[in-house]
Nanobody
Framework: VQLQASGGGLVQPGGSLRLSCLAPGFSLDYHAIGWFRQAPGKEREGVATINGRDGNTWYADSVKGRFTISMDNAENTVYLKMNALNVEDTGVYYC?????????????????????WGQGTQVTVSS
C-alpha cells in the first residue's frame, strides 16, 4: 500500500500551502504518519510526524511554528499546513507510515525507519 501525497505547487515566499496524505486501506489509529522532504542534491529529511495512537507530534526545528501536522481519521488523511514558506522549503514532499506502537516506543524521523512511500508532491517557493 502506497500513501498518496498531493497539494504541492508554486508559491511566493511568505505564502502558504496545505499538503494532503491519503492513506488507503489501513487505519490511522494504528499508524504514525510522517512528512518528509527532499531538496535537489540533498538527502531526504523528516519534517513532521504524528502518531495516530496518541496524537503526539514532532517537528523539525526548521519548520517549528510555521508548519502544522494534523490527522482526519474519518477521511483517512493526514495534512501538513505550511505557513510563512521560504525558498529553503522547496523540495519534493513525501509521506510515509510506521506502526503506531513501534513509533511510540522508539520515535524516529529517519526516513530509513518508514515505509509505504508514494510519489511525493513538488513544493516550489520562489518569487
Amino acid at each position: 500500500v502506497q500513501l498518496q501525497a498531493s497539494g504541492g505547487g508554486l508559491v511566493q515566499p511568505g505564502g502558504s500551502l496545505r499538503l494532503s496524505c491519503l492513506a488507503p486501506g489501513f487505519s490511522l489509529d494504528y499508524h504514525a504518519i510522517g512528512w518528509f522532504r527532499q531538496a535537489p542534491g540533498k538527502e531526504r529529511e523528516g519534517v513532521a510526524t504524528i502518531n495516530g495512537r496518541d496524537g503526539n507530534t514532532w517537528y523539525a526545528d526548521s519548520v517549528k511554528g510555521r508548519f502544522t501536522i494534523s490527522m482526519d481519521n474519518a477521511e483517512n488523511t493526514v495534512y501538513l499546513k505550511m505557513n510563512a514558506l521560504n525558498v529553503e522549503d522547496t523540495g519534493v514532499y513525501y509521506c510515509a507510515r510506521r506502526f503506531a506502537s513501534g513509533h511510540a516506543k522508539r520515535p524516529s524521523h529517519s526516513p530509513a525507519d518508514w515505509r509505504s512511500w508514494g510519489q511525493g508532491t513538488q513544493v516550489t517557493v520562489s518569487s
